[in-house]
């Protein structure tokens, strides 16, 4: 049992980063839609914004 703990410990650590690069992306994705949402709202209102 104890031999097959780097294995799994390996395993249990590459899940995880694995799941924190999925939240990652999803965060990054979700700041660029709610930043679009954001100038497409502000430019509706007339207060343009230049990039």
Do not use: F, Q, W
């Amino acid at each position: 049992m104890l031999v097959d703990m780097p294995g799994s410990l390996t395993e249990e650590a590459r899940y995880h980063a694995e799941r924190a690069d999925e939240n990652y992306r999803a965060g990054m994705t979700c700041e660029r839609i709610y930043e679009s949402v954001k100038i497409l709202t502000m430019n509706r209102r007339g207060k343009i914004i230049a990039l």
